[in-house]
């Protein structure tokens, strides 16, 4: 499961959930590369390479300064932040939730 949520004025906001079921299909491996790529109001969310989900900015982007990939991970393999535009995780495991 991919949780997401963000702040404002210092309160969590509602989550957003994508589902293992709303996944299916894409074959996830132990190991896959989770992207996170951010557009002018939007964040895209691919697996694998494959889209997933569009997370839309709830408060200007420029206020973003925190990533988070926890619990359900085996390992984090690899973190990258290229341009300040993407990020990129790979996991040693999905989380099956």
Request: hydrophobic content about 40%; proline content about 1%.
């Amino acid at each position: 499961m991919i949780m997401l949520n963000s702040t404002k004025n210092g309160q969590w906001q509602v989550n957003e959930q994508i589902s293992c079921k709303d996944m299916a299909g894409l074959g996830f491996d132990p190991i896959f590369t989770l992207d996170f790529l951010a557009g002018s109001d939007l964040i895209e969310i691919k697996v694998n390479g494959l889209h997933v989900y569009n997370f839309k900015h709830r408060d200007t982007f420029d206020q973003a300064n925190l990533l988070e990939v926890s619990e359900g991970m085996e390992a984090i393999h690899m973190v990258s932040i290229n341009d300040s535009t993407q990020a990129t995780a790979e996991v040693l495991k999905a989380d099956d939730a």
